[in-house]
């Protein structure tokens, strides 16, 4: 999962990513309108978290830009976004909510449910209904970060997960590595150049050789249907 967080409290805005960062997501975070207009035609992210207020104008702006941008480039107009403000009128709910954002919640809150929330979204989007992920035998719970195969629990590291859910989501989309890597590093994340493919020989090696295949000089996906 990577995030955007625009935000211009540092405490919110850091307690935010380090919890986050705690369950696996990647996450960058930005202050003001601009920084994260030019971060989101930059690098594709999973969600949005984004303020109302900001020091360089109102959260609103950033999302009706957002939803106006072309598609079939950066930023990518369908990418949900989540409004966390403390401004909690109706009114401020509804014309958020029609001006385009997928979800709205009033400070202070929950990291654990604003993640419950975003998780929600993107079953959603992925048109999916139920919580887990089911690849034939193997079961992929997001909430709680387990994966099973044939009943049994498989240990994976973070970013281990962080593959083996983006194929999982895009299947049987091929996704590239770039495509990978931008999904699960931020920008202080440091990254060596074969990283994904090490992450891919050991979910192989805990999985079996049929969850991911392999396009050559493409990328890496995982079949619609269990072999």
């Known amino acids: 999962m990577r995030a955007l967080v625009v935000e211009d409290d540092e405490g919110i805005a850091e307690g935010l990513a380090l919890h986050l960062g705690r369950l696996g997501w990647a996450v960058d975070t930005v202050t003001t ?26 959260g609103g702006e950033l999302l009706a830009r957002l939803r106006a941008a072309p598609a079939g480039h950066l930023p990518d107009p369908q ?16 014309q958020t909510l029609d001006g385009g954002a997928d979800d709205y919640l009033t ?4 990291p654990d449910e604003l993640a419950a929330r975003v998780r929600a979204l993107r079953r959603r989007a992925s048109g999916r209904a139920q919580p887990q992920l089911v690849h034939g035998d193997l079961v992929v719970d997001p909430a709680a970060r387990t994966v099973h195969r044939s009943g049994q629990a498989v240990a994976l590291s973070a970013r281990e997960f962080g593959v083996l859910l983006a194929l999982l989501e895009a299947r049987p989309r091929v996704l590239s590595r770039a495509q990978l890597e931008a999904r699960l590093y931020s920008w202080d994340d440091a990254l060596e150049s074969n990283a994904i493919e090490v992450h891919v020989h050991h979910l192989r090696r805990k999985l079996g050789e049929d969850v991911i295949r392999t396009v050559r000089g493409v990328g890496y996906f995982t079949p619609a249907d269990a072999a």
């Open 33 to 58: 309108l601009a920084e994260g207009w030019a971060a989101l035609r930059t690098e594709p992210v999973d969600i949005v978290l984004l303020d109302l207020g900001l020091p360089d104008g109102e």
């Open 79 to 94: 990418t949900p976004a989540l409004i966390m403000t403390a401004r909690d009128e109706v009114a401020s709910r509804i």
């Open 107 to 110: 400070k202070p809150f929950d």
